[in-house]
């Protein structure tokens, strides 16, 4: 597609549910992100891959979270046992390049996935 | 640890008007600083990407300035248009090899541009 699309656009979880967020990198982008963006705050790292390496999951809050990307292209972040503190918006990013080296490629975002756990 | 902050929080100006939103970052080494135009319930897109050794860059109505050695950086918007309205997100690019893909969002400058 043009643009990183990410699906579902909202998700309702009830506490203690299992959620996946999808995201569709640009095509042939080999850096893919996942960020978490509490309401009036900027986005905050949670992972990093790089085709289907994933180099860095320091971000992620705790081991209900966990990532993949298994063949360098779609990317799933999973969320188990969901919590009330878990409700944020979901931003996945790509690059066509690493961006390893304070590199300058530039980072596309999708739209985001609204999570709101009850 | 390695900080963005942003000022004014929020800020509301007319249309037609010009404003400049402020960057302060701790992070070092650095390597460049963009900015980014978020609308309600989308996605940022870029606005500007600067080295350290830019220092002013044009996009239109949008002017972002770099001084890397005060590690301050400015977007001025001018001619406001209603369009405008969003938060402004200043994120900087660590420099070096490991960690260096760790960019650092500021909070954003909520601006909204009023008839």
């Known amino acids: 597609g043009a643009g990183v699309s990410q699906s579902p656009r909202y998700k309702v979880a009830k506490r203690g549910q299992d959620v996946a967020l999808r995201c569709d990198p640009i095509s042939g982008h080999v850096s893919l992100f996942w960020y978490q963006q509490a309401l009036g705050q900027g986005p905050e790292f949670l992972t990093y891959f790089q085709n289907e390496a994933q180099l860095d999951k320091s971000g992620l809050p705790s081991d209900r979270f966990f990532a993949e990307r298994p063949e360098g292209s779609v990317s799933t972040l999973k969320i188990q046992r969901t919590q009330q503190e878990d409700s944020a918006v979901y931003l996945c990013?790509?690059?066509?390049?690493?961006?390893?080296?304070?590199?300058?490629?530039?980072?596309?975002f999708g739209e985001g996935s609204r999570l709101t756990v009850l | 640890k390695n900080q963005v902050e942003q000022s004014p929080q929020s800020l509301i100006i007319l249309e037609g008007k010009n404003c400049t939103l402020q960057?302060?970052?701790?992070?070092?080494?650095?390597?460049?600083l963009r900015w980014y135009k978020q609308d309600t319930g989308r996605g940022p897109v870029s606005l500007t990407i600067?080295?350290?050794?830019?220092n002013t860059k044009s996009n239109g109505r949008y002017t972002a300035t770099l001084d890397a050695d005060t590690k301050q950086s400015s977007l001025h918007i001018t001619a406001s248009q209603l369009s405008d309205s969003a938060s402004y997100i200043c994120?900087?690019?660590?420099?070096?090899?490991?960690?260096?893909?760790?960019?650092?969002f500021g909070k954003g400058t909520k601006l909204s541009v009023i008839p």
């Open positions: 960057c302060n970052y701790t992070v070092s080494p650095f390597s460049n």
């Open positions: 600067m080295t350290f050794s830019e």
């Open positions: 990013a790509s690059s066509l390049a690493p961006l390893v080296g304070g590199g300058t490629g530039e980072l596309f």
């Open positions: 994120v900087v690019t660590p420099g070096g090899g490991a960690g260096s893909y760790q960019l650092t």
